[in-house]
């Protein structure tokens, strides 16, 4: 298409595997046949590095007209199929990934879905970028979805979306009643067995769970017996819905994300935009927004714990259970929050700087 139009970009930004073989074509197709090409470079992100594209070795002739070369060398292979991905980290002049927490764990076995030795190989040509969020759709001062505007210099205002979200869903109407929420994927992946395993205990004492989204059918369930067993205590909300997040968003005082991975994590960004505290896994782009909280200095925008472990998650809400009893504390929190920086211009202005290095323009 590009010979077509006679246009020559600069780069060719890719993402994920859907596009992993591009560079693979651009450098074995393309730049082989016609000097058009030559001065044209490859960007190749990974978003989440679980999803690999592999599929049968033939397709290589049948779809693209190569030879069994690329398979034959390793190049492309991965156990017995062709890995679209591995050509993209392969034949790709710069791999970005969207956390420098992510692009470091992806050089290891832990959390490199068995491509570790490959990005470790090209570890130089490897950087973590920080996705950000949009902040003019994610505003709690003019989201038209939630009962009550507010900014940094209105916290006082967020807790009517709070009361009236208890309203909405059945629960107990008290703004004093700690308010914890996740909007997720229901699966293993966001670390959801850590709250399944210490549900019972947290809904012992006087808090209340809201949750949305859908996911794997035995965390769907279990969300709607806790639903039906604690009534106005759990709201389980077992369905997509913008309108509803955005609610759970502005009302909640923690927002959960004990994720076993996370390459970014959006959920945080969005938490911290509207004052509810994330409460994460040290992992990825979680590591990388959520500064932990330190009660003697009082810097930080969250809470966060290192271990893979439902105690440990058990451990870290109880304490910010007990940083919440102290309003003066909690409400200089909610604005260390609301200050954090995760809009696009920081992330676009280190793109833009690396499509200039990787051009040579100024």
Same mark, same amino acid.
């Given at each position: 298409? !590009? ?69 034959? /060398?390793?190049?492309? @292979? ?29 050089? *290891? ?9 490959? !990005?470790?190989?090209? =570890?130089?040509? !490897? ?6 969020? %949009? ?8 989201? @038209? ?39 997720? +994927? ?14 019972? +205990? ?32 759990? =709201?389980? /909300?077992?369905?997509? %819905? ?51 909280? /330190? ?10 714990? *290192?271990?893979?472990? $439902? ?35 920081? $992330? ?15």
């Amino acid at each position: 298409m !590009l010979r077509q139009i006679d246009w020559q970009p600069d780069v060719i930004h890719c993402n994920d595997w859907q596009t992993g073989m591009i560079p693979v074509l651009l450098k074995f197709q393309y730049k082989r046949d016609d000097m058009f090409y030559w001065n044209m470079k490859c960007v190749y992100s990974i978003h989440n590095i679980a999803f690999q594209g592999v599929f049968d070795p033939q397709i290589l002739p049948e779809l693209f007209g190569f030879d069994m070369e690329l398979y034959n /060398n390793t190049c492309l @292979k991965f156990d017995l199929g062709v890995s679209y991905m591995k050509g993209g980290l392969y034949y790709s002049d710069i791999i970005t990934t969207v956390s420098n927490s992510y692009a470091n764990e992806i050089q *290891t076995p832990e959390y490199g879905e068995r491509l570790d030795s490959v !990005l470790k190989e090209r =570890s130089y040509a !490897l950087r973590g970028i920080t996705n950000g969020i %949009d902040y003019d759709e994610f505003n709690p001062k003019t989201d @038209k979805f939630i009962k009550q505007n507010y900014d940094i210099n209105s916290i006082e205002n967020k807790v009517i979306n709070k009361t009236e979200l208890q309203k909405e869903l059945g629960l107990t109407v008290d703004e004093n009643i700690p308010m914890i929420a996740m909007v997720t +994927r229901l699966t293993h992946q966001k670390g959801i067995d850590l709250l399944v395993n210490i549900s019972d +205990r947290l809904l012992q004492q006087n808090v209340q769970l809201v949750v949305l989204g859908t996911g794997d059918k035995p965390y769907e369930d279990h969300f709607r017996w806790l639903d039906y067993r604690y009534g106005n205590k759990v =709201s389980a /909300n077992i369905r997509f %819905d913008n309108a509803l997040a955005n609610k759970i968003y502005a009302a909640c005082d923690m927002f959960l994300m004990p994720s076993l991975f996370e390459p970014c994590g959006l959920g945080q960004l969005i938490a911290l935009r509207y004052g509810s505290i994330p409460i994460v896994r040290e992992t990825g782009g979680l590591k990388d927004t959520v500064a932990a909280y /330190n009660e003697y200095t009082e810097e930080g925008n969250g809470f966060s714990f *290192t271990n893979y472990n $439902s105690d440990d998650l058990h451990n870290i809400i109880q304490y910010a259970l007990w940083i919440y009893k102290d309003k003066r504390k909690w409400n200089n929190l909610i604005k260390q929050a609301m200050k954090s920086d995760n809009s696009w211009n920081k $992330s676009a202005e280190i793109y833009l700087n690396m499509y200039r290095e990787l051009t040579g323009q100024d």
